[in-house]
């Protein structure tokens, strides 16, 4: 692991982030695409903006962002931005989440599948 910046993947991630805006405001009212689209695109987001820093090869790296968004939405079945007492639509109860859903298990896999055809197609590993 090496830390170096790395523009194409900045940019990715940037352009990912304010699709990510863009449906956090323009398309909040749309389930399918405030739900699924968005954890689609939150791990290509995570993925890219961690590639913009730092070298890391990017099997392991999407290995290691869908662990992350997995253990996330298992938080969620357990309930733990509630137990943790944050109140519903406060910024940690919303990155947490509070509503477990396979289908975000399927999303946050096809998002890790999507960032690394991203990373072998756009983002060099060197």
């Given at each position: 692991m090496l830390i170096r910046f790395h523009g194409r993947a900045f940019?990715?991630?940037?352009?990912v982030f304010g699709m990510e805006l863009l449906i956090a405001?323009?398309?909040a009212?749309?389930?399918?695409i405030r739900g699924s689209v968005s954890d689609f695109l939150v791990v290509i987001?995570?993925?890219?903006?961690?590639?913009?820093f730092i070298r890391v090869p990017h099997l392991p790296l999407a290995g290691a962002v869908?662990?992350?968004?997995?253990?996330?939405?298992?938080?969620?079945?357990?309930g733990l931005?509630?137990?943790?007492?944050?109140?519903?639509?406060?910024?940690p109860?919303?990155?947490?989440?509070?509503?477990f859903s396979w289908e975000d298990l399927?999303?946050?896999?096809?998002?890790?599948?999507?960032?690394l055809l991203i990373g072998h197609l756009l983002i060099r590993e060197s």
């Open positions: 940019l990715i991630a940037l352009v405001t323009v398309f009212s749309s389930p399918f987001l995570i993925f890219c903006a961690i590639l913009a869908l662990l992350l968004a997995w253990a996330v939405e298992v938080a969620q079945w357990f931005a509630d137990a943790l007492g944050f109140a519903r639509g406060s910024l109860s919303i990155l947490i989440g509070t509503t399927l999303m946050y896999t096809l998002g890790c599948m999507a960032a």
